[in-house]
């Protein structure tokens, strides 16, 4: 089986990808049915062939791939043909790996394409993909389900796009209205304090956590800065449950696990720069009627957007109520081997190198079902 893995990327996230995908390809060498070629995408967008044994090497030194961008070895999409190299020749692929996290990674486009060229990959579909990256119309999906949800509102700064001269953030003016209208909205609903989020985004990227009216036109600023659409959810007292998905219409789950962060909210550096940030604890300590609860309606969180493969639904347990909310589902979640969604799927009993294998398996179910 000839595999493509793809990695790096133009996100925020590029660099967890060089990480995730270092896991991923140290672990399909080994597989002795498998032929394995390496597609790095540079942050501006353009793909090239990596050599193998280099970038086994560097995963071993440094535990990342890097991408060396040699015009020699520069790939090209060709829709109803595939990946082709320099010299025009098409690349003999039968799966595409594609090791992204965020934007042109796991919102559906990088999906579009491999659809075009008509290569099957692992992993969710453009709706799955693309709904998994939208958090509003996510909710907006679960909601019609009878599925909870965390009370929100959203905010646009459309308004402001005729007015702003850059066209992309709203002037001072516009914010201070917005501002306005957004508190009024809030004290009128569930009141604060809120989180405000860009809608489009991962990683805690934007995300702030506003205590008061006179906090929250800095928030929508920064969150304005990532996407022109911003949710403000009711902030709440909760422990952050997180569950495996995998499979694809009729997926199976994992033993939840828990985020435990040390800061105030499981923020960007608890995530990334601060080895202290955070504890996982997997599995996580839940009463078994609640842990079948929380993994059923990670199931139906998964299947209402129409995910395949693999996804890691996150869920918010509320510390009183004890309700459940859903949070987000991450199509394409962190993937090197200490990562939650590779971890909990181990503890239920699924070696790193045999979920590999599944999801190859699952990508070419997926395929042959459609065509
Ligand atoms: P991202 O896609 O960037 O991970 P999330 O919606 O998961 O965005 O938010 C990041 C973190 O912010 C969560 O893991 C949690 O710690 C905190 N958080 C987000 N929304 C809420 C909320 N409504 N109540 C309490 N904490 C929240
Ligand atoms: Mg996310
Ligand atoms: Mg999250």
């Not at 990946?83 to 090791?99: A, E, Q, R, Y």
């Not at 796009?161 to 009024?184: F, M, R, Y």
């Not at 009627?289 to 639904?313: C, P, W, Y």
Request: glycine residues 8%; aromatic residues 6%.
């Amino acid at each position: 089986m000839n595999v493509v893995v793809l990695y790096g990327g133009q996100s925020q996230e590029h660099q967890v990808s060089l990480i995730s995908a270092a896991g991923v390809i140290r672990e399909l060498e080994k597989m002795p049915d498998v032929s394995l070629s390496l597609a790095g995408i540079t942050l501006e967008g353009r793909w090239f062939l990596q050599d193998k044994t280099e970038q086994l090497r560097c995963a071993r030194e440094t535990g990342a791939l890097t991408i060396i961008p040699d015009p020699e070895s520069a790939l090209a999409l060709h829709p109803g043909e595939g990946i082709v190299d320099t010299s025009g020749t098409v690349l003999p692929v039968d799966c595409v790996f594609p090791v992204l996290h965020g934007a042109y990674g796991e919102d559906g486009t990088i999906q579009g394409l491999l659809e075009m060229c008509h290569l099957p990959y692992v992993g969710s579909g453009v709706t799955g993909s693309a709904l998994g990256m939208d958090k509003v119309r996510a909710k907006q999906i679960w909601e019609q389900n009878n599925l909870p949800v965390v009370p929100y509102i959203t905010v646009t700064d459309a308004i402001t796009v005729n007015q702003a001269p850059s066209g992309k953030n709203p002037g001072p003016d516009a914010l201070s209205q917005i501002t306005q209208t957004a508190t009024e909205r809030i004290i009128g609903t569930f009141g604060f304090p809120v989180f405000v989020k860009p809608n489009a985004a991962g990683s805690s990227v934007g995300i702030t956590r506003v205590e008061d009216s006179a906090h929250l036109g800095a928030a929508l600023k920064r969150a304005f800065r990532v996407d022109a659409t911003v949710l403000i959810e009711q902030a709440l007292t909760v422990r952050e449950i997180e569950t495996a998905v995998l499979g694809n219409s009729d997926p199976r789950t994992f033993p939840s696990g828990e985020v435990i962060p040390s800061h105030q909210f499981y923020d960007y550096e608890a995530k990334y720069t601060d080895p202290a940030g955070a504890a996982l604890k997997i599995p996580a300590d839940l009463d078994p009627a609640l842990a079948r609860e929380i993994e059923e309606l990670s199931r139906q969180a998964f299947l209402a957007v129409g995910a395949a493969g693999l996804a890691r639904v996150d869920c918010f347990l509320h510390r009183e109520t004890r309700q459940i909310y859903l949070n987000e589902i991450n199509t394409l979640p962190g993937f090197t081997p200490i990562s939650m969604y590779p971890k909990m799927v181990q503890e239920g009993g699924v070696t790193y190198a045999e979920l590999l294998r599944e999801l190859l398996t699952l990508a070419l179910e997926r395929d042959r079902h459609r065509s």
